[in-house]
């Protein structure tokens, strides 16, 4: 595997970071390639761009914000689950409704403030409940059942499978459970580099919620998550971040970037991402700035992790 990144701790280097980028061309031709990116992976979070571009087909229609909230990895915080709550009330439903693990707030001080007020982990703070409060909300505009709706037999999930398919112009390798209990597809990062390119096509199915997306930032991670501190400093840009190190981009002009840190791996995505979009001729500095990678010890910041590429 390739050195993408490396963090360094008081002038030395502690910890090397492998991983696999591709870059395609607006007409998907390959542009770039680093490491071996046609091996077949989970892209987790990143393929919520799809899902949620299959519900927008299947009839959801959700104003922007609930939208970009469809295909978000929210932080939990108030204003994250009180948008959840608005596409479920939009149906008749409830948090009752959704299928997805209970957990805390990915906003670590959100979290800590729920922990000391005595509260515990709920469907509604989850990170994925946007996505699946659409999911729902589309059985529901759909008349399918709202019980089973995680089941890959499901209808809502077969019509996503198959948008995966056409999305990303290659079969699913196998379709596994992801942390939220959703269906987790698997294909290779050229896969996921077309779809997200093709989203900036007017004509492609995902092209509304990749508006959506770029347009409301804030609802697709948090205010603190690097994310959304990317896309409002490169407001042109779609950023889509996936756990265990995946995260994808895509330029307005359809230039579409997938990457995945060999041990998953958060903070060297960012760094690689940034590194690739500067070889694109990206200034990325305020992004950079917005979101740094800085290496702690005892509370103070002693090195930094860099891109290597």
């Keep these: 595997m390739t050195v993408v990144a490396v963090a360094t701790r008081s002038g030395m280097v502690e910890s090397e970071y492998h991983g696999h980028v591709v870059v395609v061309n607006p007409d998907a031709s390959v542009r770039l390639t680093i490491g071996e990116p046609g091996r077949i992976f989970y892209p987790r979070s990143t393929n919520k761009l799809m899902q949620a571009a299959t519900m927008a087909r299947l009839g959801l229609k959700l104003p922007a ?17 009180a948008a ?10 409830s948090v009752d409704d959704l299928d997805n693990t209970p957990a805390l707030p990915y906003d670590e001080a959100v979290a800590r403030q729920v922990l000391r007020s005595g509260g515990s982990p709920t469907r509604l703070a989850q990170n994925c409940s946007g996505k699946h409060a659409a999911m729902v909300a589309t059985c529901v ?8 709706y995680l089941a890959n037999d499901h209808p809502l999930q077969k019509a996503i499978t198959a948008d995966i398919v056409s999305m990303t112009g290659e079969a699913v390798d196998r379709i596994g459970i992801d942390g939220c209990g959703a269906p987790a597809h698997a294909f290779s ?31 697709v991670g948090g205010t603190r998550r690097d994310v959304t501190l990317m896309m409002q400093n490169l407001p042109t840009i779609l950023i889509k971040d996936g756990a265990d190190g995946v995260m994808a981009a895509a330029l307005a002009d359809g230039t579409g970037i997938a ?8 903070p060297p995505r960012v760094a690689v991402l940034l590194r690739v979009l500067t070889l694109l001729g990206i200034d990325v ?3 950079a700035a917005a979101a740094p990678l800085p290496v702690f010890g005892h509370g103070q910041p002693v090195g930094h992790v860099r891109c290597v590429l």
């Design 65 to 81: 914000r609930l939208a970009a909230l469809s295909a978000s990895s929210h932080s939990g915080e108030g204003f994250h689950q």
């Design 84 to 93: 959840v709550e608005e596409i479920l009330t939009s149906v008749g439903l």
């Design 189 to 219: 990062l050229f896969g996921l580099a077309r779809a997200y390119g093709r989203a900036r096509s007017s004509t492609d199915p995902a092209h509304g919620i990749a508006n959506a997306m770029i347009a409301h930032p804030e609802i």
């Design 141 to 148: 505009v759909n008349g399918w059942p709202v019980a089973g």
């Design 285 to 287: 500095a305020a992004a």
């Design 259 to 266: 990457l995945k840190i060999g041990d998953g791996a958060a």
